[in-house]
């Protein structure tokens, strides 16, 4: 089932955009003949110490080498920062903070942003961290967290953040990893009403974490907290003896920014590194492009700066561009499920930004919580983390957007260190549930499973043939594993992992993980299709399609669905559904068995982990794999206990 509407763009929205269509098209052209000249001017985004003079300099043959910018030195805080509040703009806000409470909330502006983050870090280099020392931040969603991120790359030290809901092992599992020194954490976070022991999580990891001489905490809740003497430190009194002046450390283009580990999709999470030149002007450049940031706008992205879209789409992107940023510490459904929505009303957001399966579970709720609400100040909206169901992008454009903000489904990856897919609001006309098409200097393509390069209208697996300056550039401290994973399928060219479809219009449809990829009597089917097909039957709130093994046709396909609040699962539904499939795909696509689904297990990031859904649906429960970042594991014993045939 797949939409083919064009939904035209709106000549306001066009008018004064950052990339209208004959701009698109000259940056489109540009990039591609001249790429050298077309990121010798996109550079200038960023405030640069010494300019480069090596643009690209970057292979996708055998030991793989990106470098883009090499001969550069910068330090990204400068533009994120001090370049602000030198152009007078110190007093424009920053970040507005909205508190987990409805009642809380802060604005931050940039002047006193610089005065924070160099507080802490002339702390952190009296605790002795030097350029290159790895520090892990845990922490909640609070201006700490992007306080910490920019002090260390203010003084060269590399960050890994980690998300504030992981356990005490998956913590210790990533500090291991880049044997950080110091970690900066808080007493205690807040999500829907609940607070989380961080401190506490925290003490436990470190007791298998020999590395970590130092420990910052932020006091959040003010939750009574252990304090071990001569480690722990109060984040308040360290600063408070600390000058607000810390000169930035002049960086290489290519040296370390930081670590971060992927959302462990589809297996033991990769520990992604990313440099600092390239991947600050591929955030500049792609959060100014696809949410055509004005100035003034305030702009507002739901992720979890514990994932890469907080990287660069909360701190990063909307920084370097002087944005002022919204950072929200609670849940989409508490206190109730209009929270998003008032909270737009509240700080008058332009833009939003946010994943499907917050779209979906906001759906199912029904259009009352959204409707009370006013929205008159989105302009642009935006997806990510998921391929959108035409039906969930449907109702987000009409519901939430009243039909007047264009969506931008983006299309990337961890890896990718920013947006490579999506439409730009001011040129390109979308279609439910595409990303459209590529961004300047992006060069997908579409291969076989032998490597061969596909024409035309057609599908396959998706992989990018040439260097674009926000590109991962290792994993941390194994290389081969870096060469091994995204440059051995097929050599010579980046492989993402997710198969594509690109339609005669040549527009690119995301139909999921390759992985995921069914083979029923000979037909190879995306999980998308059909799952957007469940989506699209007015009772169904959201679907997981997976493969399973069957006698006659090799695969049968066994659908896992969670229906609308208020909708009863019966035998007639089940039948419907069916039918509902065979009508809207054809009858290949039928599904064989139909699992009613409370919950389906996502990885705390939100997406769909199918490789555990498929392990319930072949009955291999004695060995699900690696759950570490599974957000629910009691929605994976409810499925087992209920699985079906
Ligand atoms: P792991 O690599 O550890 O399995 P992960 O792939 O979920 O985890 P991320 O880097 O957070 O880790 O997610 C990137 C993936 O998310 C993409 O490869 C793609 O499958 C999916 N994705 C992200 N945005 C979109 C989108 N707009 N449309 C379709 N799929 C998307
Ligand atoms: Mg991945």
Redesign the pocket.
Known sequence: MTDNTLIAVKPEIAAGSHADAERRTAMVAEATKDPDGFWAREMNRLAWMRAPTKIKNTSFEGDVSIRWFEDGVLNLTESCLDRHVEGGRGDAVAIIWEGDDPKADAHVTYRQLLERVCRLANAMKSLGVRRGDRVSIYLPMIVESAVAMLACARIGAVHSVIFGGFSPDSLSSRIQDCESTLLITADEGRRGGRTVPLKANADEALKSCPTIRNVIVARNTGGGVAMEDGRDHDWAELCDAQSAECAPEPMGAEDPLFILY?????????GVLHTTGGYGVWAAFTHELVFDYRPGEVYWCTADVG??TGHTYIVYGPLANGATTLMFEGVPNWPDSSRFWSVVDKHKVNIFYTAPTAIRALMREGEAPVKKSSRKSLRILG??????NPEAWLWYYRVVGDERCPIV???????TGGILISPLPGSVAQKPGS?TLPLPGVFPALVDNDGAILEGATEGNLVITDSWPGQMRTVFRDHERFVQTYFSTFPGKYF???GARRDEDGYWW?T??VDDVLNVSGHRMGT?EIESALVAHPKVAEAAVVGMPHEIKGQGIYAYVTLKVDEEPTEALRKELVAWVRKEIGPIASPDAIQWAPGLPK?R?G?IMRRILRKIAANETDNLGDTSTLADPTVVQDLIGNRVG
């Open positions: 992927t959302s462990g999709s589809t297996g033991k999470p990769k994932w890469v997806s990510v983390g998921e391929p959108i489904d983006t299309w990337w990856q961890t890896e990303a993402t992992g997710d995301i999921g993980r998308a990885t990031s997406k």
